[in-house]
């Protein structure tokens, strides 16, 4: 996990946690928890008895306690059952991340909140595939189609960015709440999710993605560049010399 992601979400407990000061057990679900190659993950950041955290994945794996028996809509979980939910760099690995918004929405208890954490830039990397990057009205967007409300959202200032490290992924990021609705309006709240998400509780949901293919649009286009732009030595010069420092780099 990456660094800024977990200083968000510890920044986002010390902000919002004591709203939660009322409840006994404060339940938590991570979507996209696994964890790779050992890295840290959001777990230590929930201890129990205080909490109680579940990571939601799609593979099996470290830190994974539920894989939903389908990817994007989990019948596994009972409306109304989490305080918090959470999910860091995830969302861009999700071809359909507005039905997992819905599903977010209808998983959270009324008053409780969730935070996304989602890049608005860096290079392509697959978890297992790379669609999405997320700007400040992403969230806006999607607030509106579930009808959560957007508390406050983010996108990587310039300012920051010079001195992250990570800068990179301008992490985009959102804290949204479900409504407080009890009743008639909580049920009209999710029957609305409901729709949302209906393609893919079907027989036949959108699933395999088709995967990267160059023809010849792409090989005309990059012919055409090359021979406008050749890779000059003056311009590998000029560009190790914008390179940005190893510092700024992944590591
Ligand atoms: C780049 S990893 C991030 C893992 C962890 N959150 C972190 O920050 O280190 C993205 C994770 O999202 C998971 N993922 C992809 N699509 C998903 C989906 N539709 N629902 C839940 N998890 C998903 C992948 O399996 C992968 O574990």
């Known amino acids: 996990m990456h660094e800024t992601s ?86 861009e690995h999700n071809p359909f991340f507005w039905v997992t918004f819905a599903e977010i929405a209808r998983v959270t208890k009324p008053g409780g909140l969730a935070l996304i954490i989602a890049p608005g830039a860096g290079h392509v990397h697959r978890y297992p595939v790379d669609c999405w990057r997320f700007y400040p009205d992403s ?38 709440r479900k409504p ?12 609305r999710l409901q729709k949302i998400v209906s393609l893919f509780a079907g027989e036949n949901p959108p699933s395999q993605i088709a995967p990267e293919r160059h023809g010849k649009w792409v090989e005309a286009y990059e012919r055409f560049m090359q021979k406008k732009y050749p890779m000059t030595f003056s311009r590998m010069l000029h560009k190790a010399i914008r390179k940005p420092a190893k510092i700024y780099r992944r590591a």
Request: charged share 20%; net charge negative; glycine share 6%.
């Open 180 to 191: 407080k609705l009890s009743g008639p309006e909580l049920d009209a709240f999710h029957g």
């Open 6 to 91: 977990l200083v968000k979400a510890k920044v986002f407990l010390d902000v919002y946690g004591e709203e939660f000061a009322q409840s006994e057990i404060v339940r938590v679900l991570e979507i996209g928890s696994k964890s790779y190659d050992a890295q840290d993950t959001y777990k230590p950041l929930f201890p129990a008895p205080r909490f109680s955290y579940i990571g939601l994945d799609i593979e099996p794996g470290n830190n994974v306690d539920i894989v939903p028996s389908n990817t994007f809509i989990w019948p596994e979980i009972a409306d109304s059952s989490f305080d918090i939910c959470i999910s860091a760099s995830t969302f």
């Open 139 to 176: 969230w806006g967007a999607l607030c509106a189609l579930t009808g959560m409300e957007l508390v406050e959202c983010y996108f990587e200032t310039d300012k920051i960015a010079v001195a992250n490290p990570e800068n990179f992924w301008r992490d985009s990021a959102v804290v949204a």
